[in-house]
């Protein structure tokens, strides 16, 4: 699965269009938990927005298996795949 999930970041990464910031953010969580586990950062100040929204699109994932969140993050790029590669 690493070697999936490994591929779909490399090619999500290679989009030829930007994705939207709501799915930007989907991708962002899923790939820290995939990569880190649970968050583990200080909730950033209301001052940091985009600090904060990755903060929280991370925390979404929290208690999600490292395994879970690479293959959400597989499915995740397949769904967006056809719009943006």
């Known amino acids: ?6 591929t779909a970041c490399e090619k ?9 910031n709501d799915e930007f953010l989907e991708f962002y969580g899923l ?9 583990n950062i200080a909730k950033p100040g ?4 985009v600090a904060k929204a990755k903060y929280e699109a991370w925390n979404r994932h ?6 879970a969140a690479k293959q959400a993050y597989i499915a995740t790029y ?8």
Request: proline letters at 5%.
């Open 1 to 6: 699965m690493s070697f999936q999930f490994n």
């Open 12 to 20: 999500a990464k290679a989009f030829t269009k930007k994705p939207t």
């Open 31 to 39: 790939y820290k938990q995939a990569t880190v586990g649970d968050c």
């Open 46 to 49: 209301v001052t940091d927005v």
């Open 62 to 67: 929290k208690g999600m298996s490292q395994d």
């Open 78 to 85: 397949q769904k967006y795949a056809p719009k943006y590669a």
